[in-house]
């Protein structure tokens, strides 16, 4: 159980261009789900929370309007990175809270943007 | 503000070994604590969690943590090393009381050899 996807795996676009990046909890529902960002032999930095039925919140120093979050279901958020940039390109992980006791995040297997 | 520092970017250790990558928090409040595992291009797998109770917690693949609140530690073990162990680590911490984010320390790149 507990199982979060990401689709796609990855992703190589043009340089402007928008991609979405698609975040399901598989067996639960998930009243939260995160997006983390990850460089090259770093550590996850924490971009957004997403809750939904409402406005994400983002961490400080992320560009909301560059990186829009919506979670329009309890088995479903996206994050869709605009008029993307190659300093943009990086490894997206999201994970999902079951909602129990701790609220344990589960993590999907993560998605590699690289713009060119 | 709650940070998690990890001793060490890069363990080495012979197939066999003792395994032992350092963990340290400062947290406001007694948090949870929790250890990741991350193979290249994939997400994070839950190795093992401390929420409350025992404090030595046993996890996935043999591997175990003790929480120690007098030394705000957190260092994961495991008796012997196996090559299949070779892969990032990630400790982290959440505050308990309210709040759901998690802070990841920098990783702890174990490299297993014969």
């Known amino acids: 159980g507990a199982v979060v996807s990401q689709h796609p795996s990855r992703v190589i676009c043009k340089s402007g261009t928008s991609v979405k990046i698609e975040c399901r909890s598989l067996d639960f529902q998930a009243t939260t789900m995160f997006w983390y960002r990850q460089f090259p032999k770093q550590s996850l930095m924490l971009m957004a929370t997403?809750?939904?039925?409402?406005?994400?919140?983002?961490e400080q120093g992320v560009e909301k309007d560059k990186f829009l979050i919506n979670h329009a279901s309890l088995t479903l958020s996206t994050l869709t990175v605009t008029s993307a940039h190659p300093e943009d390109s990086s490894f997206y992980i999201c994970?999902?809270?079951?909602?129990?006791?701790?609220?344990?995040?589960?993590f999907g297997p993560g998605t590699r943007l690289t713009v060119l | 503000a709650q940070s998690v520092t990890q001793l060490g970017s890069h363990v080495s250790v012979s197939e066999g070994a003792l395994v032992l990558l350092r963990c340290n928090y400062s947290s406001s409040v007694p948090p949870y604590l929790f250890w990741y595992v991350q193979y290249p291009n994939q997400g994070l797998q839950l190795l093992l969690k401390?929420?409350?109770?025992?404090?030595l917690v046993k996890g996935i693949n043999g591997f175990e943590a003790e929480f120690k609140k007098s030394e705000t530690s957190f260092h994961l073990t495991k008796p012997s090393a196996h090559m299949s162990d070779a892969a990032e680590y990630f400790c982290a911490v959440r505050e308990t009381g309210g709040g759901n984010k998690l802070t990841f320390g920098t990783g702890t790149q174990l490299k297993v050899e014969l």
């Open positions: 997403s809750n939904e039925g409402s406005k994400a919140t983002y």
């Open positions: 994970s999902a809270e079951t909602g129990v006791s701790y609220n344990e995040q589960f």
């Open positions: 401390y929420t409350t109770g025992a404090t």
